[in-house]
């Protein structure tokens, strides 16, 4: 998940957005039983360097879900305040370690107080 959608979304929203304002978008990737989601934050922190927030969650979409009469509801794709997600902080942990390897992060991940995982890494904009 980190390497196919998390990666591409942080450096697009990094290419995109340059100025230092935060800005977010949540990205899923799916299996045949499942979606996993992730709520991705970048802002520009000190010069040269971007705080990226992540939060990973994973959408049981299992056809079990669909005879039983209980499909998965759009808020399930979404953390509150707008949905009902819950975040999976082991999920969370790995594909954000998996990122601060891949960027070059430069310190340990660290919690924020709206569930995130933040690192932050150097600009490279390529």
Not at 2 to 27: C, D, K, M, Q
Not at 38 to 55: C, D, S, T, Y
Not at 86 to 108: C, F, K, P, Q, Y
């Amino acid at each position: 998940m980190a390497r196919a959608v998390v990666e591409p979304a942080v450096l697009e929203l990094i290419r995109r957005y340059p100025r230092g304002a935060p800005f977010s978008t949540t990205v899923t990737f799916g299996g045949d039983d499942f979606t996993m989601c992730a709520h991705v934050r970048a802002q520009r922190a000190a010069p040269g360097q971007v705080r990226i927030a992540l939060a990973c969650w994973v959408v049981n979409t299992d056809a079990a879900r669909y005879f039983g009469d209980n499909p998965p509801a759009g808020e399930e794709r979404r953390l509150p305040p707008e949905g009902t997600a819950e975040w999976d902080e082991e999920l969370t942990s790995r594909v954000i370690g998996h990122l601060a390897a891949r960027m070059n992060a430069l310190a340990a991940a660290r919690p924020t107080a709206d569930e995130h995982l933040t690192i932050t890494v150097p600009l490279v904009l390529t």
